[in-house]
């Protein structure tokens, strides 16, 4: 299975979307992807999620993959230790809403203000 597992499928089409290639906003998603695997790892940091917002941010798991809604401040901390531009964070972010909508059928209008968010544990 690709590490980006159901996210794969749609970082072509959010680059195209967004203008930028591809082989970037994939080597963005799979940096952030080994980020949250190494530390503390996927488990630990849904846990500290459920503890530090005040719903659990968990929607759904599938096997290694959880679909999250999160507050707009996680992705804006995942952008900052991320070394790319703001069009290659925004497909990579569409990345994530595409994934999310597929894997959950909520869509934005079901969603508030919370942001989608995908990580996909190792196996």
């Given at each position: 299975m690709d590490e980006l597992g159901p996210l794969a499928p749609h970082v072509a089409d959010a680059a195209a979307t967004a203008g930028v290639d591809e082989s970037a906003v994939r080597e963005t998603m799979t940096a952030m992807?080994?980020?949250?695997?190494?530390?503390?790892?996927?488990?630990d940091i849904v846990f500290e999620y459920r503890r530090a917002f005040e719903y659990d941010p968990l929607v759904?798991?599938?096997?290694?993959?959880?679909?999250?809604l999160?507050?707009?401040?996680?992705?804006?901390?995942?952008?900052?230790?991320?070394?790319?531009?703001?069009?290659?964070?925004?497909?990579?972010?569409?990345a994530h809403d595409r994934a999310f909508t597929a894997g959950t059928e909520l869509g934005p209008e079901e969603r508030g203000d919370w942001e989608p968010l995908v990580f996909v544990a190792s196996s």
């Open positions: 992807q080994a980020d949250v695997r190494a530390y503390p790892g996927v488990a759904r798991r599938d096997g290694r993959t959880y679909f999250l999160v507050p707009p401040h996680v992705w804006r901390e995942f952008a900052a230790t991320l070394d790319a531009s703001a069009a290659v964070l925004a497909a990579a972010r569409a």
